[in-house]
Nanobody, 122 residues
Framework: QAQLVESGGGLVQAGGSLRLSCAAS????????MGWYRQAPGKQRELVAR???????TYADSVKGRFTISRDKAKNMVYLQMNSLKPEDTAVYYC????????????????WGQGTQVTVSS
């Protein structure tokens, strides 16, 4: 079964940078859109950034100009470069992707990673 594994979270001071990585694995035929969401304590999960199969990107207004999403289609990976981090960016960040796998080759299924904690201190 296809799965997503995130890495790169951690603790950073305000103004610092982090780079998140997400690897999709597990008999994958192809991936469609990939993206990052986050969920802060007591808040709903929200979209941070998303990139389509053709490379079109979408960003939350709160991260525009600070975060950059990119992907390596050949490696089934997506990245999130986060610069000028703020305390309000503190959250668990989740990788999300639409994946077509050998187990179900006729449709794309949405998958989520387990999440990685990002903490920004003031």
């Amino acid at each position: 079964q296809a799965q997503l594994v995130e890495s790169g979270g951690g603790l950073v001071q305000a103004g610092g940078s982090l780079r998140l990585s997400c690897a999709a694995s597990g008999s994958i035929i192809s991936t469609n859109a990939m993206g990052w969401y986050r969920q802060a304590p007591g808040k709903q999960r929200e979209l941070v950034a998303r990139v389509t199969n053709r490379g079109s990107t979408t960003y939350a207004d709160s991260v525009k100009g600070r975060f950059t999403i990119s992907r390596d289609k050949a490696k089934n990976m997506v990245y999130l470069q986060m610069n000028s981090l703020k305390p309000e960016d503190t959250a668990v960040y989740y990788c999300n992707a639409d994946i077509k796998s050998v187990r179900d080759p006729y449709r794309f299924l949405e998958r989520w990673g387990q999440g990685t904690q990002v903490t920004v201190s003031s």
